[in-house]
C-alpha cells in the first residue's frame, strides 16, 4: 500500500491512498477530476501522476510544462520508494510517498517466462498512462517525419550531385565511379559497425550521418574551395583553405547528432563512429569525381591508379582527419566539465585541420616526397589512431562489465549474459545461432543492444552523481531495465 502526505500548502497533513493494482492510479493535479486535487500557483491541470506497473509504483510527469520532481531531480517516470519526496513544480508543492510494504521486484525474481497476466498489467499501465510497453516493441527504431523528410532531402540532393557529375563528365564515367567509389565504402562502413559492435547505433542515425557528409559538406565545401581557388589559386586552397572549411563542414556534422541525437551519442567511440561515418560519406561522394576524371582522361589504367591512391593507400585519410573532432565531441559527451565541454571539441577540430593540411601539402609534393611523407608520417599517425581505436573500445567494454555487475546482482541479468555482451566472438556466435529463426535473433540482437545501452546509461547517471550534474540517461533506466526483463523468457538462454 502507497500512501503519499502532503507537506504544506493549504492542504498540509492530507494523505492519499493507492493500492497495488492495476486498475488504479492516483491523478495529481489543479482539475476538477483529479484524485490528488491541489490548489497551487506550481500546479498544472494535470501535472503528475501515480500508477502500480510491472511490481511497482511508478511517479509519471504528464508533460504539462512544469516539471514533477523527485528528491530534488526533474523526471519523466520513475519507480518510487518508501520515503521519496516529490516535489510538484520547481520550488512547488511537498510530498512525501511512505509504503507500507515494499512490492514484490519482479526483476529479481528467479522466473523463466513472465506470465500472461504481468503482460496484460504493464500494457494496461503502458496504454493508459504512458508507461513503456516492452511487450508491444517491435525492435524497430521510432520512425520519424522529420528524420524520414531529412534523409529524403540527402537521398535527392545526392542523386542531383551524381546528375551534375554525369553532365560534366559523361553519363558512362559517372556511373562507372559511381560503382568503384560506392562499392568500397560497404567494406569500410562494416568495419565501422564491427567497431560499434557494444551499443550499435541506429541505422538511420548512421545513414543521417553518411548523407551529411556525402551531400552538404561536399556542396558547401566545392563552392567554398571555387571561391578561394579563385582568390588565392588551387596551391593555398589546397593547404590551407580547404582543410579548414571540409573539416569545419564535417565537424558540424558531428556537433549536430550530438545535439539532435544525443541520446544515441554515448561516448568516445560513439564520436569517432559518426564522424568516420561521415567522412566516409564525404570521401566517397569526392572519389566519384576524382575516378570519373581519371577515367575520362587515361582510362581503366588512369582510373585504377586513381583508386589504389585513393581507394587503397589512402582511404583512411578523411576518416583519420574528422575522427580527430569526433573524439573531443565524445570526451565533451563524457564530461561534466564546462570548460572541456568547449575546449575538447575545438582542439579535436583543430587536430583535424592539421592533419588535413598537412596531407594535402605532401600531396602538393613530387612523387618521391609524398611517398616518403606517406610511410614515414602518415601510416604511423594511422597505426596510432588505430592503438587509440582499440583502447577506446576496450575502455567501454570494461565500462560495462563494472556497471552491470550490480544488475547480475539484482537479478536482472546472469554472469553469462554479462560476458557475452561484452565478448564480441560470444556474442557474434550466439546471435549467428538464431540465423534462420527471425524471431529468435530480433529478440537476441534487441536483449544485447539493451544491455549496453543499460550499462552505458548507469555510467553516465554515476558520473551524473559524482558532477552533482543531471543526465537525461537517468530517464532510460527503467525503460531498459523493463525491455531486458521482458526479453529474458525469448531469448532461449
Given at each position: 500500500?502507497?500512501?503519499i502526505?502532503?507537506?504544506?500548502?493549504m492542504?498540509?497533513g492530507?494523505?492519499?491512498l493507492?493500492?497495488?493494482d492495476?486498475?488504479?492510479?492516483l491523478?495529481?493535479?489543479?482539475g476538477?477530476?483529479?484524485?490528488?486535487?491541489?490548489?497551487h500557483?506550481?500546479?498544472?491541470?494535470?501535472?503528475?501522476l501515480?500508477a502500480?506497473?510491472?511490481?511497482?509504483?511508478?511517479?509519471?510527469?504528464q508533460?504539462?510544462?512544469?516539471?514533477?520532481?523527485?528528491?530534488?531531480?526533474?523526471?519523466?517516470?520513475?519507480?518510487l520508494?518508501?520515503?521519496?519526496?516529490?516535489?510538484?513544480?520547481?520550488?512547488?508543492l511537498?510530498m512525501?510517498?511512505?509504503?507500507?510494504?515494499?512490492p514484490?521486484?519482479?526483476m529479481?525474481?528467479?522466473?523463466?517466462?513472465?506470465?500472461?497476466?504481468t503482460?496484460?498489467?504493464?500494457?494496461?499501465?503502458?496504454?493508459?498512462?504512458g508507461?513503456?510497453?516492452?511487450a508491444?516493441?517491435?525492435?524497430?527504431?521510432?520512425?520519424?517525419?522529420?528524420?524520414?523528410?531529412?534523409l529524403?532531402?540527402?537521398?535527392?540532393?545526392g542523386?542531383m550531385l551524381l546528375?551534375?557529375?554525369?553532365?560534366?563528365?559523361?553519363?558512362?564515367?559517372?556511373?562507372?565511379?559511381?560503382l568503384?567509389?560506392?562499392?568500397?565504402s560497404?567494406f569500410?562502413?562494416?568495419?565501422?559497425?564491427?567497431?560499434d559492435?557494444?551499443?550499435?547505433?541506429?541505422?538511420?542515425?548512421?545513414?543521417?550521418?553518411?548523407?551529411?557528409?556525402?551531400?552538404i559538406?561536399?556542396?558547401?565545401?566545392?563552392?567554398?574551395?571555387?571561391?578561394?581557388?579563385?582568390?588565392?589559386?588551387d596551391?593555398?586552397?589546397g593547404?590551407?583553405?580547404?582543410?579548414?572549411?571540409?573539416?569545419?563542414?564535417?565537424?558540424?556534422?558531428?556537433?549536430?547528432?550530438?545535439?539532435?541525437?544525443r541520446k544515441?551519442?554515448?561516448?568516445?567511440?560513439?564520436?569517432?563512429?559518426?564522424?568516420?561515418?561521415i567522412?566516409?560519406?564525404?570521401?566517397t561522394?569526392e572519389?566519384?569525381?576524382?575516378?570519373g576524371?581519371?577515367l575520362?582522361?587515361?582510362?581503366?589504367?588512369?582510373?585504377?591508379?586513381?583508386?589504389i591512391?585513393?581507394?587503397i593507400?589512402?582511404?583512411?585519410?578523411?576518416?583519420?582527419?574528422?575522427?580527430?573532432?569526433?573524439?573531443?565531441?565524445?570526451?565533451?559527451r563524457?564530461?561534466?566539465?564546462a570548460g572541456l565541454?568547449v575546449?575538447?571539441?575545438?582542439?579535436?577540430?583543430?587536430?583535424?585541420?592539421?592533419?588535413?593540411?598537412?596531407?594535402?601539402?605532401?600531396?602538393?609534393?613530387?612523387?618521391?616526397?609524398?611517398?616518403?611523407?606517406y610511410?614515414f608520417?602518415?601510416?604511423?599517425?594511422?597505426?596510432?589512431?588505430?592503438?587509440?581505436i582499440?583502447?577506446?573500445?576496450?575502455r567501454?567494454?570494461?565500462i560495462?562489465?563494472?556497471?552491470?555487475s550490480?544488475?547480475?546482482?539484482?537479478?536482472?541479468?546472469?554472469?553469462?549474459?554479462?560476458?557475452?555482451?561484452?565478448?564480441?566472438?560470444?556474442?557474434?556466435n550466439?546471435?549467428?545461432?538464431?540465423?534462420?529463426?527471425?524471431?529468435?535473433?530480433?529478440a537476441?540482437?534487441?536483449?544485447l543492444?539493451?544491455?549496453?545501452?543499460?550499462?552505458?546509461?548507469?555510467?553516465?547517471?554515476?558520473?551524473?552523481?559524482?558532477?552533482?550534474?543531471?543526465t537525461?540517461?537517468?530517464?532510460?533506466?527503467?525503460?531498459?531495465?523493463a525491455?531486458?526483463?521482458m526479453?529474458?523468457d525469448?531469448i532461449?538462454?
Amino acid at each position: 500500500m502507497l500512501k503519499i502526505y502532503i507537506n504544506d500548502g493549504m492542504d498540509s497533513g492530507s494523505e492519499y491512498l493507492l493500492a497495488p493494482d492495476p486498475e488504479g492510479y492516483l491523478l495529481i493535479g489543479r482539475g476538477m477530476d483529479c484524485h490528488v486535487r491541489i490548489s497551487h500557483k506550481s500546479v498544472a491541470d494535470y501535472h503528475a501522476l501515480i500508477a502500480w506497473s510491472d511490481g511497482r509504483f511508478y511517479l509519471v510527469d504528464q508533460k504539462s510544462g512544469r516539471e514533477t520532481l523527485l528528491n530534488g531531480v526533474a523526471v519523466e517516470n520513475e519507480w518510487l520508494v518508501d520515503g521519496d519526496s516529490i516535489e510538484i513544480g520547481r520550488g512547488g508543492l511537498r510530498m512525501t510517498v511512505n509504503i507500507e510494504k515494499s512490492p514484490v521486484e519482479l526483476m529479481g525474481q528467479e522466473t523463466e517466462t513472465v506470465p500472461d497476466e504481468t503482460r496484460q498489467i504493464i500494457h494496461h499501465a503502458a496504454e493508459h498512462i504512458g508507461l513503456y510497453d516492452p511487450a508491444h516493441d517491435s525492435g524497430r527504431p521510432q520512425r520519424s517525419i522529420g528524420m524520414g523528410l531529412m534523409l529524403t532531402f540527402f537521398a535527392i540532393l545526392g542523386l542531383m550531385l551524381l546528375g551534375l557529375m554525369g553532365l560534366n563528365l559523361g553519363v558512362y564515367f559517372a556511373f562507372v565511379s559511381s560503382l568503384v567509389a560506392f562499392f568500397p565504402s560497404l567494406f569500410y562502413l562494416g568495419i565501422f559497425l564491427w567497431l560499434d559492435r557494444y551499443d550499435p547505433e541506429p541505422p538511420q542515425t548512421l545513414a543521417f550521418a553518411f548523407g551529411w557528409g556525402a551531400t552538404i559538406s561536399v556542396l558547401f565545401s566545392a563552392v567554398l574551395n571555387d571561391l578561394g581557388t579563385g582568390t588565392i589559386g588551387d596551391l593555398l586552397t589546397g593547404i590551407l583553405f580547404a582543410p579548414f572549411v571540409e573539416e569545419l563542414l564535417k565537424g558540424f556534422g558531428v556537433l549536430l547528432i550530438a545535439f539532435i541525437f544525443r541520446k544515441d551519442f554515448d561516448s568516445v567511440v560513439d564520436g569517432i563512429i559518426y564522424a568516420g561515418v561521415i567522412a566516409l560519406g564525404f570521401a566517397t561522394m569526392e572519389n566519384v569525381d576524382y575516378y570519373g576524371r581519371s577515367l575520362a582522361r587515361g582510362g581503366f589504367v588512369g582510373l585504377m591508379g586513381t583508386f589504389i591512391v585513393r581507394g587503397i593507400m589512402a582511404p583512411f585519410s578523411h576518416v583519420l582527419f574528422t575522427s580527430m573532432t569526433g573524439i573531443g565531441v565524445g570526451i565533451a559527451r563524457e564530461s561534466h566539465h564546462a570548460g572541456l565541454k568547449v575546449i575538447a571539441p575545438v582542439a579535436g577540430l583543430s587536430g583535424a585541420i592539421i592533419l588535413h593540411a598537412v596531407w594535402n601539402g605532401l600531396a602538393s609534393l613530387d612523387r618521391n616526397y609524398f611517398f616518403a611523407g606517406y610511410f614515414f608520417l602518415e601510416i604511423p599517425l594511422f597505426l596510432f589512431f588505430l592503438w587509440v581505436i582499440i583502447r577506446v573500445v576496450r575502455r567501454e567494454g570494461r565500462i560495462l562489465h563494472q556497471t552491470l555487475s550490480g544488475e547480475v546482482d539484482r537479478g536482472l541479468i546472469t554472469q553469462q549474459q554479462l560476458e557475452m555482451t561484452v565478448s564480441i566472438f560470444a556474442r557474434t556466435n550466439w546471435l549467428s545461432a538464431a540465423i534462420g529463426n527471425s524471431r529468435l535473433f530480433s529478440a537476441r540482437r534487441r536483449f544485447l543492444r539493451a544491455v549496453a545501452k543499460l550499462g552505458l546509461c548507469l555510467w553516465h547517471r554515476d558520473r551524473a552523481h559524482v558532477a552533482s550534474k543531471d543526465t537525461g540517461s537517468l530517464q532510460m533506466i527503467d525503460k531498459l531495465r523493463a525491455e531486458i526483463f521482458m526479453l529474458r523468457d525469448q531469448i532461449e538462454l
